[in-house]
């Protein structure tokens, strides 16, 4: 059974998300779709609707109440589209391009964004080596479940313009690692709700110093 707009508001609660009419619905939508074809090509090992709702799109969105994105955003490896699509239900005005290398997912990331009326939304089937080495720079960049995760930060950093940001979603113990890493310097650490150990960590080329979670 389909989740009601209360429901999803609730499920929403921990992550001091509080969502309009508008973002329910596109919300609502994005979620149908990804049961529905999460049957037949795997975007999610997640299956049950609630969980959905604050394994995916709470802890994406969550990212809101501590920046207000603007300009381009480049999402890494973006699967079912968590963070960089579903971000767009918060900020509808970010030009967003989704990397991902599965065409069948690139598909699915199409549809919702049809479906949902995102606008200023690519679906690339490049890879970061490729926008890397390219002249094109973003404002923020984001990354969760993906490997590599030293490589595609050095990566990450070319392609960030002299004040953007990234936003990584990884487990304490990764991000303790990375702070070692001096690609980017690390600005800020919030842990996720309702997560076992996850957080976000943000790093840009601005100058700033870390603070410790």
């Given at each position: 059974?389909?989740?009601?707009a209360?429901r999803?508001?609730?499920?929403?609660?921990?992550?001091?998300l509080?969502?309009?009419?508008?973002?329910?619905?596109?919300?609502?939508t994005?979620?149908?779709?990804?049961?529905?074809?999460?049957?037949?090509?795997?975007?999610?090992?997640?299956?049950?609707?609630?969980?959905?709702?604050?394994?995916?799109?709470?802890?994406?969105?969550?990212?809101?109440c501590?920046?207000?994105?603007?300009?381009?955003?480049?999402?890494?490896?973006?699967?079912?589209g968590?963070?960089?699509?579903?971000?767009?239900?918060?900020?509808?005005?970010?030009?967003?391009?989704?990397?991902?290398?599965?065409?069948?997912k690139?598909?699915?990331?199409?549809?919702?964004?049809?479906?949902?009326?995102?606008e200023?939304?690519v679906?690339?089937?490049?890879?970061?080596?490729?926008?890397?080495?390219?002249?094109?720079?973003?404002?923020?960049a984001?990354?969760?479940?993906v490997g590599?995760i030293?490589?595609?930060?050095?990566q990450?950093?070319?392609?960030l313009?002299?004040?953007?940001?990234?936003?990584?979603?990884?487990?304490?113990?990764?991000?303790?690692?990375?702070k070692?890493?001096?690609?980017?310097?690390?600005?800020?650490?919030?842990?996720?709700?309702?997560?076992r150990?996850?957080?976000?960590?943000?790093?840009g080329?601005c100058?700033?110093?870390?603070i410790?979670?």
């Open positions: 059974m389909m989740l009601s209360s999803i508001q609730k499920l929403l609660q921990p992550f001091g509080q969502l309009d009419s508008h973002q329910v619905s596109q919300l609502k994005y979620l149908e779709l990804l049961l529905r074809w999460n049957a037949r090509i795997n975007l999610t090992a997640i299956r049950n609707a609630e969980e959905c709702v604050t394994r995916h799109f709470g802890e994406s969105l969550f990212l809101s501590h920046e207000q994105l603007r300009g381009r955003l480049l999402d890494i490896g973006s699967g079912a968590f963070p960089g699509l579903a971000l767009k239900i918060i900020f509808p005005k970010l030009e967003t391009t989704l990397l991902e290398p599965v065409a069948k690139r598909a699915f990331l199409k549809e919702v964004a049809r479906q949902c009326d995102f200023k939304v679906v690339s089937s490049q890879r970061l080596e490729e926008i890397s080495g390219s002249d094109l720079r973003f404002d923020t984001t990354a969760r479940a590599q030293e490589r595609l930060v050095t990450a950093a070319s392609i313009v002299q004040d953007g940001k990234f936003h990584l979603w990884l487990s304490r113990e990764q991000a303790a690692s990375l070692r890493h001096t690609a980017l310097q690390w600005v800020r650490q919030v842990d996720i709700p309702l997560s150990g996850r957080v976000i960590l943000t790093g080329l100058q700033s110093t870390f410790a979670p």
